[in-house]
T-cell receptor, first 118, second 112 residues
Framework: GAVVSQHPSWVICKSGTSVKIECRSLDFQATTMFWYRQFPKQSLMLMAT?????????EQGVEKDKFLINHASLTLSTLTVTSAHPEDSSFYICSARAQGANPLYEQYFGPGTRLTVT | KNEVEQSPQNLTAQEGEFITINCSYS?????LHWLQQHPGGGIVSLFMLSSGKKKHGRLIATINIQEKHSSLHITASHPRDSAVYICAVYPIYGGATNKLIFGTGTLLAVQP
């Protein structure tokens, strides 16, 4: 089956620093990747939709200058949390949709990255 | 009211019991996902279905499009089934940029 990886699986950083999270589709090409965040005991919240070679589409209320998304290749999307603050501590999950996916709506989820900002 | 509702929110079962988790939604959909998330863990997609019934091992998922309802069944439950189970739907109105709408999840604890 299709595999999506994330790196790192967990990261601790100091307030004010930036952190980059990678999302890779290992055995398929992903034209679209989705970035979610999840707070404890809550469901996933979509942050942005990333299409290869174009700018990401951010959901309402998500600061695009704070959460930089780059989808430079068909197998890699990155999320950079800039000037991280403790309130950015969360579980970040990506998912990927395969190029030419049939059905169009099939998504594969990554294992998530736990970010802790101290 | 959420567009995707799950019940129950919490469920405790004894090992070996048959478990049912329900999902009701209020929008027209293209498909529905059942997802599993272990504590502190990532998301695993269990099923994606748009009609009928699917079975994988001890897991069975059914969907009734007319009634806007889906169920996830676990037969012969085991403590390792303890996890949060999330129902997520692809609304028809999303078109090619279909974004999932998530339920709030059902926390299942299976006791030995």
């Amino acid at each position: 089956g299709a595999v999506v990886s994330q790196h790192p699986s967990w990261v601790i950083c100091k307030s004010g620093t930036s952190v980059k999270i990678e999302c890779r589709s290992l055995d398929f090409q992903a034209t679209t990747m989705f970035w979610y965040r999840q707070f404890p005991k809550q469901s996933l919240m979509l942050m942005a939709t990333s299409n290869e070679g174009s700018k990401a589409t951010y959901e309402q209320g998500v600061e695009k200058d704070k959460f930089l998304i780059n989808h430079a290749s068909l197998t890699l999307s990155t999320l950079t949390v800039t000037s991280a603050h403790p309130e950015d501590s969360s579980f970040y999950i990506c998912s990927a949709r395969a190029q030419g996916a049939n059905p169009l709506y099939e998504q594969y989820f990554g294992p998530g990255t736990r970010l802790t900002v101290t | 009211k959420n567009e995707v509702e799950q019940s129950p929110q919490n469920l405790t079962a004894q090992e070996g019991e048959f478990i049912t988790i329900n999902c009701s939604y209020s929008v027209g959909i293209s498909a529905l996902h059942w997802l599993q998330q272990h504590p502190g863990g990532g998301i695993v997609s269990l099923f994606m279905l748009s009609s009928g019934k699917k079975k994988h091992g001890r897991l069975i998922a059914t969907i009734n499009i007319q009634e806007k309802h889906s169920s996830l069944h676990i037969t012969a439950s085991h403590p390792r089934d303890s996890a949060v189970y999330i129902c997520a739907v692809y609304p028809i109105y999303g078109g090619a940029t279909n974004k999932l709408i998530f339920g709030t999840g059902t926390l299942l604890a299976v006791q030995p």
